[in-house]
Structures are given as structure tokens and as C-alpha cells.
């Protein structure tokens, strides 16, 4: 099963930007669908972006409608990365951040299908 480690939270203002990262164990997570999730105190966990493999050398990117123009996500297959771009970041966008992966790469948005988790980042945005 793939590892997971997340990095790169952390306290940023409002507007401004953080880059997350996910550093996965195995070269074979260059086939998973990556996703990105989030959960505010009190809520339950969202799908936030995924990045899922569409064969080839061919990616696509989905994004939830609260972050869409404001995230990017993407990958490093040569380093087994995935990595979350956030700008723009507003005080609604505090969590904790889960990077996944889902190796069947079905219902990508939901989190149940996702079989591999890190231990999340946490990001705060102050208004």
C-alpha cells in the first residue's frame, strides 16, 4: 500500500498563498488518481482536487466549485510527488488537508474510495 506524507501548511493571511505537498512511497502512485481533501473543525471531511491518470502520459484535474480558479493541483511522477497550489486562499479554506490515493481511480470525489491517506497539514487563513 502507498505512503503518504503531507507538508507545507501553515498560517497565512487572507489572499495569500501556501503550496502543499505529498510526498507518495511508491512509483506506481503515477497511476492512482491523487486527490486532495479537507476537514474544518466540526465538519466532515470535502473533496477539495484530484488528479487522476487518464493513461499514457495523459492527466486530468477536477476541482470543487470553492476552489476552482484559485487551486491548481499537479504531480511530479519522477519524484512521486503531488502537490496543491493554493492562492487567493480565503479564512473558509482553514482545515486540515489530506492528500489520498485511490488506485481504482473510481468516484474520485469520494472519499470512501480512496485507500491510502497521510496524516494531514493543517492551514490556517486569518481574515
Not at 12 to 17: F, H, I, K, L, R
Not at 33 to 53: C, I, N, T
Not at 66 to 79: E, P, Q
Request: glycine fraction near 10%; aromatic fraction near 12%.
Amino acid at each position: 500500500q502507498v505512503q503518504l506524507v503531507e507538508s507545507g501548511g501553515g498560517l497565512v493571511q487572507a489572499g495569500g498563498s501556501l503550496r502543499l505537498s505529498c510526498a507518495a512511497s511508491k512509483r506506481t502512485a503515477s497511476r492512482y488518481a491523487m486527490g486532495w481533501f479537507r476537514q474544518a473543525p466540526g465538519k466532515e471531511r470535502e473533496f477539495v482536487a484530484v488528479h487522476s491518470w487518464s493513461g499514457g502520459s495523459t492527466y486530468y484535474a477536477d476541482y470543487a466549485d470553492s476552489v476552482k480558479g484559485r487551486f491548481t493541483i499537479s504531480r511530479d511522477n519522477a519524484k512521486n510527488m503531488v502537490y496543491l497550489q493554493m492562492n487567493s486562499l480565503k479564512p473558509e479554506d482553514t482545515a486540515v488537508y489530506y492528500c489520498a490515493a485511490n488506485g481504482l481511480q473510481i468516484r474520485v470525489r469520494d472519499p470512501v474510495q480512496y485507500d491510502a491517506w497521510g496524516q494531514g497539514t493543517q492551514v490556517t487563513v486569518s481574515s
